[in-house]
């Protein structure tokens, strides 16, 4: 039984019985002294927020933003623990549907679903991806991508809390049949797709004016499937409100060849024109560690 696996047990255990304030206040220090006691990331992070906000690396709105990323990671975090106690009734009360379209997200999520195909849903390290992961079940049966922990105990203790909330879990490696068999039966496939790669295993974006790699798998199954992709976030916002938005579907056309290497260029630009929406206006619920854009294009 490993250490770390004992202490989160132990944190989700207390976790509800620290009053909200509390433990965000518990989970930002942390996230702070680790943002300034860890440089390589520090530096990465500011020059993610530089990209970003088109400013220098040295500019202090650039620093701010960088700390009050990892401040807002540590709140997550800290909730991320108490999942297990989370009244979703109490969420969606506070809940504020930013949603642009009249009839809601529901509404989108409903005209993504009428071919039959399933939904390939995909959000970043943005806000809370596990609460907008369990707001969707709510509605719909929704199976989500995760990594799998190399500590046995600590996996199952973690994917244990998503499946509570009515979180199917499907691991990372070797996900793609069982991607498609849930998307067969006209199902929710959530995936945290803001992942750089390099450039000979990934798909060229553009992302805040600059090319960079990231995965091809989302489009990639989108045209095998059929399922439409639907980009959607659940963050933080004020006055203890949470926030969500759905952007709306966009559907896959049938492709082979070079044809189909456009396709998954189109299917994934989009995703990414969605996250870049969201982190234009929000950026200090994007929670990027590691370099997002390469160092030479």
């Known amino acids: 039984m490993s250490a770390l696996f004992q202490l989160t047990r132990a944190c989700t255990v207390s976790a509800k019985w620290v009053p909200k304030p509390a433990r965000h206040a518990l989970g930002s220090t942390a996230a702070v002294v680790s943002y300034l006691g860890w440089r390589s990331k520090r530096l990465v992070t500011q020059q993610n927020m530089a990209q970003v906000t088109g400013r220098d690396i040295h500019d202090p709105y650039v620093r701010y933003l960088a700390y009050a990323s990892w401040r807002n990671y540590g709140r997550y975090a800290a909730d991320f623990l108490n999942f297990p106690h989370l009244d979703m009734n109490q969420v969606e009360r506070h809940l504020r549907d930013l949603t642009e379209y009249s009839q809601g997200w529901p509404s989108l999520l409903d005209r993504a679903l009428e071919p039959g195909r399933g939904v390939i849903v995909t959000t970043a390290h943005f806000g809370n991806w596990d609460l907008a992961g369990a707001i969707l079940a709510r509605r719909r049966p929704l199976s989500a991508v995760a990594e799998t922990f190399t500590d046995p105990q600590l996996n199952t203790l973690i994917q244990s809390q998503r499946k509570g909330k009515g979180i199917s879990i499907i691991p990372m490696e070797g996900s793609a049949r069982r991607i498609l ?7 929710l496939v959530a995936i945290v797709a803001d992942r750089p790669v390099a450039a000979d295993e990934g798909t060229a974006v553009t992302f805040f004016g600059r090319k960079t790699y990231v995965p091809s798998g989302p489009a990639a199954l989108a045209i095998k499937s059929g399922a439409a992709i639907v980009p959607g976030y659940a963050w933080y916002g004020r006055r203890n409100e949470y926030y969500a938005r759905v952007f709306p579907p966009i559907f896959p056309r049938e492709s082979k060849g070079a044809e189909r290497a456009a396709e998954i260029t189109r299917l994934t630009q989009y995703m ?14 994007w929670y990027m560690f590691r370099p997002f854009w390469p160092c030479e294009e």
């Open 272 to 285: 990414y024109d969605a996250l870049e929406v969201m982190v234009r206006e929000w950026p200090t619920q």
């Open 181 to 187: 068999r849930v998307l067969q039966q006209n199902e």
